[in-house]
């Protein structure tokens, strides 16, 4: 076979055209000069970048008879030899195919011979992520210090697989992805050399598609050539990546932008028509739209833009749509993307995808027109004045209570629950027996409905705590703890669910207070020593009984309490 293909023609014999890592190639050429060249180089980075060519451009670079120089001069032989791999002190290995621990071990026997034709024995380990733990353990000793005659050359694409023993020992040099205008520079002086004819946007079509790979670049554009007539034009680029032509996706973004669904969808249909990967183009007009929110956010960045170039109707199209806009649409296609990655249908999935993206906006629209504000207006009208009954049937006084309940609770953050001892008084003073029983036989309906009402978290509270005193329209509450109660007290809303629920249960709206046990029976003690003569019910009544019932009542309570004359 006489042809070679443009990467093999094409491939960087000095470091001046390894394109896009000059950060790599710097470094190299400062150490050929000074004459600090390693025993040992790890380079690391995306498929196509240039490894392996850099690989080879050093170790012509140490053998050249003219060294030390920063470029090879390719000219004398043992640069000539190192070329056509004629010279056997330049090795280079696959790890992919000899990855076995004997493999390195005859590296390691044979590291001690010295080179026969060039000053030093260069070994160029491709793939090395690719060797077995034990083979990387063969290797260790000899990476960390080989001959002086030889140098070791590791590339790799994942430099995560390989362990941190190995990579300790060697110099890195991490390979970048090359940009797209890096790569159009170079394909231009290609055929300009080789006489092809080609179109600029052609050339930037397979930039774009290399994804930063340069050997990926010529292997399209070598398909591109073959797949043209005369000149490499536009739709040869687009037919030989699967890409889709910037002037379809303007239009389907215009249809989109306009909500025209029934275009949207007649545009997918040519596309997929013409054989295009539903996956791909997703892709493309991810990126599309990722490319406008770039272009809006910093017009000038131009070089980050990943598929689009910036022709007028691109750039018409970013003016009228909003950042906003864009966020949603690439969220819907990202989603499209995702779920056509596991069917067997993606077509459906992505026609799903447009039809949303063109009524993304309809609701909104829908929701801020005139007409459709009516029912919301009228809606908020109906909730003002069920307010206003709310307020004239006695909310309002438990909102002028609230102000009470929190001053309450603003001195008791420092000296305890205060209990509104003047409050409970009257309360016990209007207390009934007939009261406290009728609180008491809907006491679990009430704790159900706080539940119900989300408000798990203070029903807890009442889980210890008991009424030990009513009247027609107050209630007294005691807790086993002084926190439960005073956290029950100072929660408005709680005291407002929960006199709304005493309400429905027994019609009629009572006032809560709190009591903590542990100061319950002074209360009622002091109460009962100034309402002696006072008939108001059992529980008051209580001080004219026996000193014995009056403890038995006291440790076990009234109810569970029964006199036997």
Known sequence: MSYQALYRVWRPQS?????????VTKTLQNALLQQKISHAYLFSGPRGTGKTSAAKILAKAVNCERAPISEPCNECPSCKGITDGSIPDVIEIDAASN???????DIRDKVKYAPSSVKFKVYIVDEVHMLSIGAFNALLKTLEEPPRHVIFILATTEPHKIPLTIISRCQRFDFKR???????????????ETGVQCDEQAL????????????????LLDQAISFSKDVVTLEDALTVTGAVSQDFL????????????????????ALLFQGKDPSRFIEDFILYYRDMLLFKA?????????????????QALADKVKPEELYELIEVLNKAQQDMRWTNHPRIFLEVAIVKLCQLENKGAQATSSGDLQPLLQKINELEQEVSNLKRNGLVVNEEAQPVVQKKAQRSSRKGFQVPIGKVNE?????????????????????????????????????????????????????????????????VKFLDILANIIHELLGKRMQISGVPDEQWQKIREDFLLTQRD??????????????????AKKLFGSNLVEIIE
Not at 307 to 312: I, P, Q, W
Request: charged share 30%; hydrophobic share 45%.
């Open 204 to 219: 930037q079509i397979v930039a774009r598609a290399a994804d930063g790979g340069m050997r990926d670049a010529l292997s």
């Open 298 to 314: 910093a017009p000038r960045l131009e070089e980050s833009l990943e598929r689009v170039m910036l022709d007028e109707e691109f």
């Open 99 to 105: 990855n076995g621990v004997e493999e390195i071990r």
């Open 250 to 269: 303007n239009k389907l973004a215009n249809a989109v932008m306009e909500r025209d669904a029934a275009s949207g969808l007649g545009f997918l249909e």
């Open 427 to 491: 309360i016990l003073k209007q207390a009934t027996k007939g009261d406290l029983m009728a609180i008491k036989g809907h006491w679990g309906d009430m704790l159900n409905r706080l539940v119900h009402n989300q408000m798990r978290s203070q029903a807890a509270l009442l889980n210890e705590a008991e009424p030990v005193a009513a009247s027609q329209n107050a209630l007294i509450i005691k807790f086993k703890y002084e926190i439960h109660c005073q956290m029950a007290m100072d929660n």
């Open 534 to 551: 006072d008939d108001s019910g059992e529980e008051i009544n209580s001080t004219e009984e026996e000193p014995l019932i009056a403890e």
């Open 15 to 23: 470091f001046i055209d390894v394109v896009g890592q000059e950060h």
């Open 178 to 192: 090359i940009t797209a205008k890096a790569i159009v520079g170079r394909m231009k002086l290609i055929v300009e």
